[in-house]
T-cell receptor
Framework: GDSVTQMEGPVTLSEEAFLTINCTYT??????LFWYVQYPGEGLQLLLK?????DKGSNKGFEATYRKETTSFHLEKGSVQVSDSAVYFC???????????FGTGTQLKVEL | DTGVSQNPRHKITKRGQNVTFRCDPI?????LYWYRQTLGQGPEFLTY????????KSRLLSDRFSAERPKGSFSTLEIQRTEQGDSAMYLC????????????FGEGSRLTVL
């Protein structure tokens, strides 16, 4: 079945540091790929997405590129801020039902 | 548009009791999803509706779990004879059919079974 593997956290960075959170997937067919973010005390919200190979999703300075050859969708940001502290979930969707399969989440802590 | 609303936000119950959670999706979103999230894990799919029809159920959804969406608007998730292993955050999400694939999540209902 479909599955998503992402790096374990917590990841602790200093403000303005470079961020990479790794995500790889296994899926039948051609999935759409997503990064969702959960800020403290809030619900999950979509950060970015990519629907086909070589697409790059971007939002709020975050980027991820759909790499079919390596089945990966790594999340990157050039300069993190304290306000980026949250849990980040990689997810995929196959089929027409928009049902998401999530990874286990990676907690990011950004310190001054 | 007030977003996806879930109630109650937190429920504490004793083992063996029944509990019911309610989800009000974004209006005019005809797809509604239930997920379960335990500590340190990602959300796991339970079931989804398109309008009032329940189109898919996960094997995680045992016979003690039942979900309904009688008029294609709000949905309820009932857990009968709760067990300690049912303790989790229950998340609801909605999306318009044929949308972009983005699910809009509520803040969740946390269940604690003592």
């Amino acid at each position: 079945g479909d599955s998503v593997t992402q790096m374990e956290g917590p990841v602790t960075l200093s403000e303005e540091a470079f961020l990479t959170i790794n995500c790889t997937y296994t899926a039948t067919g051609y999935p759409s790929l997503f990064w969702y973010v959960q800020y403290p005390g809030e619900g999950l919200q979509l950060l970015l997405k990519a629907t086909k190979a070589d697409d790059k999703g971007s939002n709020k300075g975050f980027e991820a590129t759909y790499r079919k050859e390596t089945t990966s969708f790594h999340l990157e940001k050039g300069s993190v801020q304290v306000s980026d502290s949250a849990v980040y979930f990689c997810a995929l969707s196959t089929g027409g039902g928009n049902k998401l399969t999530f990874g286990t989440g990676t907690q990011l802590k950004v310190e001054l | 548009d007030t977003g996806v609303s879930q109630n109650p936000r937190h429920k504490i119950t004793k083992r063996g009791q029944n509990v019911t959670f309610r989800c009000d999706p974004i209006s005019e979103h005809n797809r509604l999803y239930w997920y379960r999230q335990t500590l340190g894990q990602g959300p796991e799919f339970l079931t989804y509706f398109q309008n009032e029809a329940q189109l898919e159920k996960s094997r995680l959804l045992s016979d003690r779990f039942s979900a309904e969406r009688p008029k294609g608007s709000f949905s309820t998730l009932e857990i009968q004879r709760t067990e300690q292993g049912d303790s989790a955050m229950y998340l609801c999400a909605s999306t318009p059919a044929g949308g972009t694939g983005e699910l809009f999540f509520g803040e969740g209902s946390r269940l604690t079974v003592l």
